[in-house]
């Protein structure tokens, strides 16, 4: 059974203070790790989907990457809109079902 | 990406009623997904919706609790039956993504149910 665990559940950083969040992830055969954001009663957005180990995307002050074990994702200078909750998916080779974690909490403080 | 509405966006019902949901995507679609998020918690799968066939529905869901629509495919219903607080969350409906196997999400339909 695929599992997705992250860490921490919340985060508070000034503005400007740089940290990463973690998932780590246990999935026979990875087909993708994605990670998305979700602002209170919205949906999840897409951030990002990564496929191998050693891959790294980017968008503005938020950069994913994986390894064999788990995903980062750094976020470097954050600015107050940042605050959203993140969620870490992962879906194995054979399976259409995406996996998610609990997600992190993130709140900036201006 | 696909673009995905979802109707009604926010309702308040009372209990032992029933509410539909819908969502309407813009592009032909194969697999559609249905989610149920409770206060302060992750995503929860409730069906997986294919066109021109039953709903796979997840273990602690059934059939005459969360009947699903899917008759074409841009589009698919989901109905909350007999309604109990219980029942009060944010419901999802995605698609899949053409390649990579994640998922684009609506809007979500928060329900409230006194």
């Known amino acids: 059974e695929d599992q997705v665990t992250q860490s921490p559940e919340a985060l508070r950083l000034q503005e400007g203070e740089s940290s990463s969040l973690n998932c780590s992830y246990t999935?026979?055969?990875?087909?993708?790790l994605f990670w998305y954001r979700q602002d209170p009663g919205k949906g999840p957005e897409f951030l990002f989907t990564?496929?191998?180990a050693g891959e790294e995307k980017e968008k503005e002050r938020l950069k994913a990457t994986l390894t064999k074990k788990e995903s980062f994702l750094h976020i470097t200078a954050p600015k107050p809109e940042d605050s959203a909750t993140y969620l870490c998916?992962?879906?194995?080779?054979?399976?259409?079902?995406?996996?998610f974690g609990t997600g992190t909490r993130l709140t900036i403080i201006p | 990406s696909a673009v995905i509405s979802q109707k009604p966006s926010r309702d308040i019902c009372q209990r032992g009623t029933s509410l539909t949901i819908q969502c309407q995507v813009d592009?032909?679609?194969?697999?559609m997904f249905w989610y149920r998020q409770q206060p302060g918690q992750s995503l929860t799968l409730i069906a997986t919706?294919?066109?021109?066939?039953?709903?796979?529905?997840e273990s602690g869901f059934v059939i005459d609790k969360f009947p699903i629509s899917r008759p074409n495919l841009t589009f698919s219903t989901l109905t909350v039956s007999n309604m109990s607080p219980e029942d009060s969350s944010i419901y999802l409906c995605?698609?899949?993504?053409?390649?990579?196997?994640?998922?684009?999400f609506g809007p979500g339909t928060r329900l409230t149910v006194t």
């Open positions: 995605s698609v899949e993504e053409y390649t990579g196997g994640g998922q684009y």
């Open positions: 999935v026979s055969g990875l087909r993708g």
């Open positions: 990564l496929y191998s």
């Open positions: 998916a992962v879906v194995g080779f054979g399976n259409e079902k995406l996996t």
């Open positions: 592009s032909q679609v194969t697999m």
């Open positions: 919706a294919n066109q021109g066939s039953e709903a796979t529905y």
